[in-house]
């Protein structure tokens, strides 16, 4: 017990000093037995498994290696489930579903139903938030019974809770609500009291959805009170602002407001900024309904600055997160000035051996022969390591351009947008309050018209940088929206899809309607055309974008060599998804552009 708490005063203290850490942690243990060593690792993974990726996998990797000596592959299990959990949390999706398939295998092998069975409900969790229906569900069930087999009633209930979230996402609530009260009858039995909160506080939610506002309420205060009993703050400040969107619907607004205000408090105390800047747009929205302009400009204001504070933060996290990259760069620039200096004076030996060498001609001309051979294998291996780091850098960029692109967006949405709003709101507080005034003047008027059109404008920006279907529906939601956008009297749009019945991967999705997004402003600048027809096709394991045009063409050759911006553009892209673009058009007869993608790679 004590080289337990021992290990775990390492884990705090050394946390963010690099590989110093794991290579103390592992000299701290390393007297135990191997056995003792791998669950001292296990509990130190699953402290840190959702905040410091890069040494959970050292760990990870330590357990795995402790597993294969001991011949045990539920410790080994334990290491991929733990690896998987901290790859998810850092965006590392692949890698995710690998370790968790391993883990599965692994549990299998030590026959442990329990193990396989937490393991698919993280798989469940995971292809829940994949958008993955069929894949989350089958998981999630399959769970249940391998639990139910090895009598783990914890994983049992955890299963249905995790089975009702799924119903109520689909806005299935009834069956939710039965999944919900399942699990609640098991974590009663077993005595788990935060189990019991939170499937209160989700049929609360579904209850609240059917209109059941009291039975909501009931839920929510239950899941509340056992919440501060537990001295659990986060989840009771997320209960107050539950609470007080049920009053808000059922038109109680004092009941809501009271609820907001504690809700504040509690958030104010424990830090919970997010939470508290939600609070804060909520009370400023019961205001406005009632036209209480004063009130509800003042927590707007205050949701901004908070808003703001919060990104500044962010901001500031990104900073030091670039700062270590920059570091790191630098170091790698002196090991490859040392490099090249070590060249230099290998160059500068081999010169003085040539030069006592000369007189054996024979000996010289085979030395020659054979430094020409190492010169040209180097020169082949700098010309891949070219070719790779050029492929990394157009990688880079698209994937910069894409988060900055989405970061501006919500800048202005959360930023310009809601200042105008703000402005806005205010003018109309002074419209009720002067309404002659206010009437009789043009000025005011024409100001009012342009905070309008300004905000619109931002709101319209905000939404070609990253449309909102694109997020949240995916690519054929967003080019549905895109041909709804562009279809007019000038320019009739049709649209073909075929295969696409489920979502692709993130990037193919993103980067393929950004080339889409791009051809489409090729065609309304240039082509004159007066119909386009866009085809998505997913066959097997491609997917397909044929969009034509009925314009006036061009000379494909002549414009592939003067190059422009946005052809340059499309193809980067399109070779970032390891993809071929062909140009099909002459002048006077329209265009048509096939973009082939394969989806393995």
Do not use: W
């Not at 009993?229 to 107050?240: E, G, P, V, Y």
């Not at 279907?469 to 007019?488: E, F, I």
Request: proline share 1%; with cysteine; glycine share 4%.
């Amino acid at each position: 017990m004590r080289s337990i708490t021992l290990c775990l005063l390492l884990l705090s203290a050394q946390l963010l000093k690099g590989s110093a850490f794991t290579d103390s942690l592992f000299q701290s243990i390393k007297k135990n037995s191997a056995d003792s060593q791998a669950n001292q690792l296990i509990r130190i993974a699953t402290k840190i498994q959702n905040k410091d990726y890069s040494h959970c996998v050292v760990i990870c990797q330590r357990i795995d290696s402790l597993g294969i000596a001991l011949k045990k592959p539920g410790i080994q299990a334990e290491g991929f489930l733990l690896k998987g959990l901290t790859s998810y949390f850092a965006g590392e999706y692949d890698q995710t579903l690998n370790c968790f398939l391993k883990a599965t295998q692994l549990f299998e092998l030590a026959q442990d139903p329990s193990g396989r069975a937490r393991v698919l409900n993280e798989m469940g969790i995971f292809y829940l938030k994949q958008k993955n229906d069929s894949l989350a569900i089958q998981s999630l069930r399959e769970s249940f019974e391998l639990a139910s087999v090895a009598k783990n009633q914890g994983v049992m209930a955890t299963s249905l809770n995790n089975q009702g979230i799924f119903f109520q996402d689909a806005g299935k609530h009834l069956e939710a609500i039965q999944f919900f009260k399942q699990a609640q009858e098991i974590y009663k039995e077993i005595g788990d009291t935060i189990g019991i909160s939170y499937t209160m506080d989700y049929q609360s939610v579904s209850m609240a959805h059917l209109d059941k506002l009291k039975e909501a309420k009931e839920l929510q205060q239950g899941a509340y009170a056992l919440r501060i009993r537990l001295k659990d703050s986060n989840a009771a400040a997320i209960s107050l602002i539950n609470l007080a969107e049920f009053e808000m619907q059922d038109h109680n607004i004092t009941a809501c407001r009271n609820y907001l205000s504690q809700c504040i408090e509690m958030s104010t105390q424990i830090k919970y900024k997010d939470l508290q800047a939600a609070c804060y747009k909520l009370m400023s929205e019961t205001y406005r309904d009632e036209k209480n302009y004063a009130e509800a400009y003042k927590y707007q204001i205050k949701y901004t600055e908070l808003n703001e504070e919060i990104f500044n933060e962010k901001r500031s996290k990104q900073i030091n997160e670039l700062q270590t990259k920059y570091e790191t760069e630098k170091r790698l620039r002196q090991i490859d000035q040392l490099k090249q200096d070590n060249e230099r004076k290998e160059q500068k030996n081999r010169n003085l051996l040539f030069l006592l060498g000369g007189s054996i001609v024979a000996v010289t001309l085979l030395g020659l022969a054979y430094h020409n051979h190492v010169k040209r294998k180097k020169q082949m291996e700098m010309d891949a390591a070219i070719i790779r780091e050029k492929e990394a850098g157009n990688k880079a960029i698209i994937e910069a351009e894409e988060k900055e692109r989405i970061r501006i967006a919500r800048d202005l949405h959360d930023g310009v947008a809601q200042t105008m709003t703000a402005a806005k709101m205010q003018l109309e507080y002074f419209n009720d309050s002067n309404q002659e005034l206010f009437q009789s003047s043009d000025n005011l008027k024409t100001i009012f018209s342009l905070i309008t059109d300004a905000a619109n404008e931002v709101r319209s920006v905000s939404h070609s940088m990253i449309p909102n279907a694109l997020l949240k529906s995916g690519l054929v939601a967003a080019v549905r929206d895109l041909v709804q956008r562009t279809d007019n009297a000038r320019l009739k749009m049709n649209l073909i899809i075929h295969g696409l019945n489920e979502r692709m991967h993130e990037n193919i999705e993103s980067v393929s309607f950004r080339v889409l997004q791009e051809l489409m402003n090729n065609i309304m600048k240039h082509a004159q055309a007066t119909e386009v027809t866009i085809q998505l096709i997913r066959e097997g394991a491609e997917f397909t974008i044929m969009i034509e045009d009925n314009g006036k063409g061009f000379d494909v050759q002549k414009i592939k060599k003067e190059g422009g911006i946005g052809l340059k553009n499309i193809e980067s892209r399109v070779a970032y998804l390891n993809g071929r673009i062909d140009y099909d058009s002459q002048p006077g007869r329209g265009t048509t552009v096939t973009v082939d993608i394969p989806l393995e790679s």
